[in-house]
């Protein structure tokens, strides 16, 4: 989660690096997604799930509102955006 919470400061700093990276990023995303959502039903991990759940969306927020990505929008991301 700390690693979230670093590329959600990068973002805001330097923006137009992780734009450039924006593909790989989101790829990563869909995975740590889909892996956690699993982890939701079992009782002894749901909770670190949901923080991280939590952290992944508070990037893609970010990401969101990056004035750089809504000028030139990144398919994958608008599909991981939309699924």
């Given at each position: 989660m700390l690693t979230?919470?670093?590329?959600?400061?990068?973002?805001?700093?330097?923006?137009v690096i992780?734009?450039?990276r924006?593909?790989?990023?989101v790829a990563a995303f869909e995975k740590l997604f889909q892996s956690n959502l699993k982890l939701i039903s079992q009782k002894?991990?749901?909770?670190?799930?949901?923080?991280?759940?939590r952290a992944v969306l508070?990037?893609?927020y970010t990401f969101q509102t990056s004035?750089?990505?809504?000028?030139?929008?990144?398919?994958r991301f608008s599909?991981?955006?939309?699924n």
């Amino acid at each position: 989660m700390l690693t979230l919470h670093i590329l959600a400061k990068l973002t805001q700093k330097a923006n137009v690096i992780v734009i450039s990276r924006i593909e790989n990023i989101v790829a990563a995303f869909e995975k740590l997604f889909q892996s956690n959502l699993k982890l939701i039903s079992q009782k002894q991990s749901q909770e670190r799930a949901m923080n991280i759940i939590r952290a992944v969306l508070r990037v893609v927020y970010t990401f969101q509102t990056s004035a750089e990505l809504q000028e030139t929008p990144v398919p994958r991301f608008s599909d991981f955006l939309k699924n």
